[in-house]
């Protein structure tokens, strides 16, 4: 085994540190006002932040090639998982959904797990079926009802944001295994009328589209998170007003430390810090990438393109709520924003990245 990718070790360190330093930033305010203590964000997320940094080390160590024989298991129990969460009694509802796994204060969140066990199926999936990869019935149709399952029962949650990444990370990973242009197009079809079917189920989520295109026409209402993010961005300027000197963590921007965190970054410090977050992302990206190229085995170049995908695609999809680009989706900034389970997936997932640089070709 040679060395592993120590840069893209290095660059997940420094966004997690980062995620650190602007969740006490950004919810200090709300903190000492709702728990009479301005570190309880903090010491939650640096708690999770310490377990995900041991368990990056130690799967970074553990032979990528365990997780072909087991990743049937992960799968089974991501689905076992997402239904006992949907069980009154059993799954907690918070921001209202019945997505969470309430144990005191901590809460764990399946879906979050179900991300990445269909991405080491599906890798696992093509590896096995590459001479399949030809035929639509029997190369794609099998895994598209299955994450289309996965979808589903993340919907019942409702959780749109987290289902829509997951969903999309198996498309990326058909697309690059050759999957036809005409299946692309097809699916985009029935996408989008996918999507209308949502939106009529589901009323609330019209309300946030109408709020996207135009969300002083309810300025205090479904526009508001949106507008304050936009005023948090706005005066930010080159180099920003300065770390901890964020007006809009002040009661205006509703949980700040969570899904709209680079909106306080910008704010505090300015397009800069706002370039530096962007390009670690996209460094992130590239080392994923190369590992993804010069992997030695086809299950290692799925499953490292499927998991530098998924989180760049999150990130993606959450700076551009951010910025006002898409409508709100309720997706976290990976590395950045407060969660735990997030947090440790994301660990996980560059755990298993990291371990599969190991054996490529380039070192």
Same mark, same amino acid.
């Given at each position: 085994?040679?060395?592993? @990718?120590?840069?893209?070790?290095?660059?997940?360190?420094?966004?997690?540190?980062?995620? &650190?330093?602007?969740?006490?930033?950004?919810?200090?305010?709300?903190? @000492?006002?709702? %728990? $009479?203590?301005?570190? $309880?964000?903090?010491?939650?997320?640096?708690?999770?932040? =310490?377990?995900?940094?041991?368990?990056?080390?130690?799967?970074?160590?553990?032979?990528?090639?365990?997780?072909?024989?087991?990743?049937? $298991?992960? *799968?089974?129990?991501?689905? &076992?998982?997402?239904?006992?969460?949907?069980?009154?009694?059993?799954?907690?509802?918070?921001? #209202?959904?019945?997505?969470?796994?309430?144990?005191?204060?901590?809460?764990?969140?399946?879906?979050?797990?179900?991300?990445? /066990?269909?991405? &080491?199926?599906?890798?696992?999936? *093509?590896? =096995?079926?590459?001479?399949?990869?030809?035929?639509?019935?029997? #190369?794609?149709?099998?895994?598209?009802?299955?994450?289309?399952? %996965?979808?589903?029962?993340?919907?019942?949650?409702? @959780?749109?944001?987290?289902?829509?990444?997951?969903?999309?990370?198996?498309?990326?990973?058909?697309?690059?295994?050759?999957?036809?242009?005409?299946?692309?197009?097809?699916?985009?079809?029935?996408?989008?009328?996918?999507?209308? %079917?949502?939106?009529?189920?589901?009323?609330?989520?019209?309300?946030?589209?109408?709020?996207? &295109?135009?969300?002083?026409? @309810?300025?205090?209402?479904?526009?508001?998170?949106?507008?304050?993010?936009?005023?948090?961005?706005?005066?930010?300027?080159?180099?920003?007003?300065?770390?901890?000197?964020?007006?809009?963590?002040?009661?205006?921007?509703?949980?700040?430390?969570?899904?709209?965190?680079? /909106?306080?970054?910008?704010?505090?410090?300015?397009?800069?810090?706002?370039?530096?977050?962007?390009?670690?992302?996209?460094? =992130?990206?590239?080392?994923?990438?190369?590992?993804?190229? $010069?992997?030695?085995?086809?299950?290692?170049?799925?499953?490292?393109?499927?998991?530098?995908?998924?989180?760049?695609?999150?990130?993606?999809?959450?700076?551009?709520?951010?910025?006002?680009?898409?409508?709100?989706? #309720?997706?976290?900034?990976?590395?950045?924003?407060? #969660?735990? /389970? /997030?947090?440790?997936?994301?660990?996980?997932?560059?755990?298993?990245?990291?371990?599969?640089?190991?054996?490529?070709?380039?070192?």
């Amino acid at each position: 085994m040679k060395k592993m @990718d120590y840069f893209l070790e290095m660059v997940v360190l420094i966004l997690s540190l980062f995620g &650190l330093l602007m969740i006490y930033s950004s919810s200090n305010i709300w903190a @000492d006002y709702k %728990f $009479h203590d301005s570190f $309880h964000y903090l010491k939650y997320q640096g708690f999770f932040f =310490l377990i995900g940094v041991f368990l990056l080390l130690i799967v970074s160590r553990i032979d990528y090639r365990i997780y072909y024989r087991y990743c049937n $298991h992960f *799968l089974l129990c991501s689905f &076992l998982l997402l239904i006992l969460v949907l069980i009154p009694g059993i799954g907690s509802i918070r921001n #209202g959904s019945r997505s969470w796994f309430g144990i005191g204060s901590f809460g764990i969140q399946p879906s979050e797990a179900a991300k990445i /066990s269909m991405i &080491l199926f599906t890798s696992k999936y *093509l590896s =096995l079926n590459e001479k399949y990869l030809t035929s639509f019935w029997k #190369g794609y149709f099998p895994i598209l009802v299955l994450v289309l399952f %996965f979808f589903g029962l993340i919907m019942l949650q409702p @959780d749109f944001g987290t289902g829509f990444i997951l969903f999309m990370s198996i498309i990326a990973l058909l697309f690059i295994a050759g999957c036809s242009m005409k299946f692309f197009i097809g699916g985009g079809v029935l996408g989008v009328i996918g999507v209308v %079917f949502l939106i009529l189920v589901a009323p609330y989520r019209m309300d946030r589209i109408t709020s996207f &295109l135009n969300p002083w026409k @309810d300025p205090l209402g479904t526009g508001f998170q949106m507008i304050q993010s936009l005023y948090a961005i706005g005066p930010g300027g080159l180099l920003g007003m300065g770390l901890g000197n964020s007006i809009q963590k002040h009661f205006y921007l509703p949980e700040p430390q969570t899904d709209f965190i680079f /909106s306080i970054i910008a704010e505090e410090f300015g397009v800069m810090g706002a370039v530096i977050v962007v390009g670690l992302f996209f460094l =992130l990206f590239y080392r994923g990438i190369r590992i993804s190229l $010069h992997s030695e085995d086809s299950f290692a170049k799925y499953l490292s393109f499927g998991i530098t995908f998924q989180v760049l695609f999150q990130a993606v999809l959450n700076l551009m709520v951010v910025v006002g680009l898409i409508p709100v989706t #309720g997706v976290t900034l990976p590395f950045l924003s407060y #969660g735990g /389970s /997030s947090l440790l997936v994301s660990m996980f997932s560059m755990g298993i990245l990291l371990n599969i640089s190991r054996s490529c070709e380039y070192q």
